[in-house]
């Protein structure tokens, strides 16, 4: 049995609270994995700076923490599959990674609630792990880094919200978020297939760019996210325009939530009728299973007044 060196069990230590602080708040989550991720990386930096393990040029935080496939396939190191998620290669891969976990998370999170986007992110970025193992098939290959579980993220949310609008880098023009995360995944084969920065991190630096795990991350998180969403969680939402309750339209409420075949086929009638009473119970009928759009929670309808209240501030009549 091999011992971790202190400085990974700081690391371990840090990364059990904040996950510990997750699930005791309920809220804020992103904030919480970004801080819980700048902390191990500066465990990193300092572990290489007091020359822990046996090479004091490697970071030996990354070594023991990092997502070894060949040490999973032989049983050992299994908490890596979650660890490694905190532990990037330098400070570079830190900061894409900070910028994408608030570019596409946030919103994410606005949208499905804290605890939906902590189980995706997390559930996503482990089951990327998996997939490597069946690819590599026991060659010796350490990920590290969040970007699995960012992409798992960003397919989840593409799926999900596939019109929301985004800028991708804040420069270019506003688009649907459909089109950035297939543009983006998209990249990833072409860079993948071409071998132009590597399968997988290797071991030796960790300078390879790990596309097949960025690949598979946005495959289970968009595979993933309707299951996520259904989830019936009583999710603390962070609040849009500045908590605000938020009263719409009702037709243009009604499209974001008819998200399956039969609510499509109820709205299309409404939209056709003309009668009140009508259009009422046909309203009330296309609410029957469906879910708030913005938090995700069940919608409960008032019949006799009309109208519908969601704890996240959603509010209209109909």
């Known amino acids: 049995m091999t011992w971790l060196q202190p400085m990974s069990i700081a690391a371990i230590a840090v ?17 919480i994995i970004g801080v819980v991720t700048v902390a191990v990386f500066i465990i990193q930096f300092a572990s290489i700076f007091i020359g822990e393990g046996d090479n004091p040029s490697l970071d030996p935080v990354a070594t023991e923490l990092g997502f070894d496939t060949s040490h999973f396939l032989n049983g050992q190191d299994l908490y890596t599959i979650f660890t490694y998620m905190f532990v990037h290669a330098n400070l570079m891969h830190l900061l894409f990674n ?19 986007t902590a189980i995706l992110y997390i559930v996503s970025g482990m089951l990327a792990c998996l997939l490597c193992v069946a690819i590599e098939r026991g060659r010796p290959v350490i990920y590290v880094g969040a970007s699995a579980a960012i992409f798992g993220l960003l397919a989840g ?17 506003p688009m649907p978020l459909w089109v950035v995360a297939a543009a983006f995944i998209f990249l ?36 993933l996210a309707p299951w996520v969403m259904a989830l019936d969680l009583d999710d603390k939402v962070v609040p849009s325009e500045s908590g605000r309750k938020r009263v719409r339209t009702d037709m243009k409420v009604l499209e974001r939530i008819a998200i399956t075949g039969e609510q499509k086929e109820l709205l299309e009638k409404i939209r056709k009728e003309d009668e009140p009473d009508i259009i009422r119970a046909w309203t009330e009928h296309l609410l029957e299973k469906a879910r708030c759009p913005d938090c995700g ?6 019949t006799e007044k009309h109208t519908i209240k969601c704890k996240c501030g959603l509010k209209f009549k109909y």
């Open 15 to 31: 990364i059990l609270t904040g996950l510990g602080y997750i699930i005791w708040r309920r809220s804020n989550v992103l904030i």
């Open 98 to 116: 900070i910028f994408g976990l608030f570019f596409i998370g946030m919103m994410f999170e606005q949208k499905a609630g804290p605890t939906r």
């Open 157 to 173: 949310a593409a799926r999900t919200f596939p019109d929301a609008q985004v800028r991708a880098f804040f420069i270019l023009p």
């Open 188 to 223: 990833e084969f072409v860079w993948m297939i071409t071998g132009s920065s590597g399968f997988c991190y290797a071991p030796a630096g960790m300078e390879n760019i790990g596309h097949l795990g960025h690949i598979g991350g946005a495959l289970f998180g968009a595979l």
């Open 297 to 302: 929670r069940r919608l409960r309808p008032d």
